[in-house]
């Protein structure tokens, strides 16, 4: 009996207690109804906010990178000169680049060509007439690496190593290429910069020629078609020069391909191309032609030292036949009787601009285009005692710098524009809106003037 009355009690005690549990529920639950309906009473438009949903993922996607490209590094004696420091050895080239910093860091890259090669302070090696001790001029260079630093503070990320010139300093020795390549390879890992033209050993593998910004990954390669005839200087380590022949160029492209979005090639130009011709050679146009035919999506040329057309071809490779020199003493100073009153076609390069735009589509294919071409012209000026050299704008021109830069300006945006005028020129500061652009004759463009102030 006992122990049904406990049961019985345990059974009420529950029955109690869910009861109890119910009306407080019950009565929470008011109090909520009363506070959500006194609240629409006080706020009758208020709604009450649903849960958002996910993003959709939306297609296609769109990425989108800035490129700006300029020519030669011509480092000829005068302009390492300026930069020395006699009292404690130093070099400081930063007075150089001082008019295109503000415009160089407005893009994701920035491609420029390094001429003459820095093969590292070697004293005992190189004592050259009008030079500091260690370095040396026209007609075999080697070049302080200060201004690499100079360049790179400027912005710029991408170089091409591979010229007519990088073969001057090596003789018999890899010394010149290897200080060279260890310089940027170091600038590689601190400062993202990439380049190619330059190995360091036989593998031909240069991890330092991809880059990737804002989505898009890029490839870089670097040919020079000629070492000024001092091939033999390198017989033993040819594969530290990247020399242009179609076999290597197809199977280093293909390769590349297939590792990035974009592939972009800085062309060192025909050997028999001469220099200061203002067109470009039919050898040069089957050359272009044959990157385009293999995918290559921009073609950066240079050896010239003076500018040459823009053209887009027909399956959409952009070529910059040359660039022209970014900074040099080709001219900067000369006799009468050259272009516009005591200047040469050397003195006159580019900021070449350009977008890419990779777009992905949601099957997984992907379209890249190259457009809004830009172009900044630029000069290289100097001081009557060969100092303060700057490679000037003409967006920031005046006649402080030279007196003819309106016709000058004419002159090459004609030039620039000859094969395709699918580009925009910078205006020079107070320019009209509309500015006749001359003819430019080829009788005007086929002269191989001599060097006046430097030889190449």
């Known amino acids: ?20 549990l119910i009306i407080a529920g019950c009565f929470g639950g008011y109090k909520m109804y009363k506070k959500i309906k006194a609240n629409r009473q006080n706020n009758p438009h208020q709604e009450v906010t649903p849960e958002p949903e996910p993003p959709k993922e939306v297609w296609p996607k769109v990425y989108k990178a800035s490129l700006v490209a300029t ?7 005068a302009l390492v000169n300026d930069a020395h420091n006699v009292a404690n050895d130093t070099y400081d080239f930063t007075n150089e ?23 590292g302070k070697q004293e005992s090696r190189f004592n050259c007439k009008n030079m500091p001790r260690g370095y040396c001029s026209y007609p075999t260079f080697n070049s302080p690496s200060e201004f690499g630093d100079a360049m790179i503070k400027a912005g710029f990320n991408m170089v091409s190593l591979a010229s007519n010139h990088t073969a001057d300093c090596t003789t018999a020795s890899k010394t010149c290429l290897t200080n060279a390549y260890n310089y940027w390879a170091e600038k590689a890992e601190k400062e993202n910069v990439i380049f190619d033209g330059i190995n360091i050993d036989e593998t031909k593998e240069n991890k330092y020629n991809i880059g990737e910004v804002n989505g898009i990954k890029y490839g870089f390669l670097n040919y020079t078609n000629t070492l000024n005839g001092l091939d033999g200087y390198v017989r033993n380590f040819p594969y530290m020069i990247d020399q242009y022949s179609e076999e290597v160029v197809d199977k280093e492209v293909a390769e590349l391909k297939e590792k990035v979005d974009v592939v972009i090639v800085a062309m060192h130009w025909h050997k028999d191309s001469p220099e200061y011709e203002m067109n470009p050679t039919k050898a040069n146009k089957a050359i272009a032609q044959h990157l385009a035919d293999i995918g290559v999506n921009i073609v950066l040329g240079t050896y010239s030292h003076c500018l040459q057309p823009f053209d887009i071809l027909e399956n959409g490779t952009v070529v910059f036949y040359s660039l022209g020199n970014f900074i040099s003493n080709q001219g900067v100073l000369s006799k009468p009787g050259y272009l516009y009153g005591g200047i040469s076609k050397g003195v006159i390069g580019v900021l070449a601009s350009m977008d890419i735009t990779k777009t992905v589509n949601e099957d997984g294919t992907q379209e890249i285009k190259v457009d809004n071409f830009g172009a900044d012209l630029l000069y290289t000026y100097n001081t009557s005692s060969y100092k303060d050299y700057k490679a000037i704008p003409f967006s920031k021109m005046n006649s402080t710098y030279n007196k003819n830069y309106v016709s000058i300006y004419e002159k090459y945006t004609a030039v620039l524009t000859r094969l395709n005028n699918n580009i925009t020129i910078a205006p020079y500061p107070g320019m009209p809106e509309k500015v006749a652009t001359p003819e430019v004759t080829p009788e005007e463009t086929t002269t191989n003037e001599t060097t006046p102030a430097e030889q190449t």
Not at 97 to 119: C, H, L, P, R, W
């Open 71 to 77: 020519g030669d590094a011509l480092l000829h004696n």
């Open 1 to 20: 009996m006992t122990s049904r009355r406990i049961k019985r009690k345990v059974k009420k005690l529950l029955i109690v207690l869910l009861l109890v």
């Open 97 to 119: 680049t001082s008019m295109i910093n503000d415009i160089i860091s407005k893009y994701d890259i920035a491609y420029y060509n390094q001429e003459t090669v820095f093969g």
